[in-house]
């Protein structure tokens, strides 16, 4: 399975998933799903970055906010399974 994110000349951006059906049904809805979610988070991810900062403190109501900066997460979904 692979997946591609190409942005375009006029600021459009493609993304590309290759992927190889094989397997029983089942198998193949997981992967199907898998590559979904991971496009829609590469999606996200990109969209998140046009609202992005300087990092510089923000006041709010007299309340002094700062950035912790760019931090990588792990969440894990709730259906997730253990693997």
Do not use: C, W
Request: aromatic letters at 4%; zero cysteines.
């Amino acid at each position: 399975m692979e997946k591609s994110l190409k942005k375009e000349r006029d600021g459009s951006y493609t993304f590309s998933i290759n992927m190889k059906f094989d397997g029983s049904m089942l198998e193949m809805e997981e992967k199907i799903a898998q590559m979904v979610n991971e496009l829609g988070i590469g999606a996200t991810l990109e969209a998140l970055k046009r609202f992005d900062t300087t990092g510089g403190a923000i006041e709010q109501k007299g309340e002094r906010l700062t950035s912790k900066g760019v931090k990588k997460k792990h969440t894990t979904r709730p259906t997730a399974k253990d693997r």
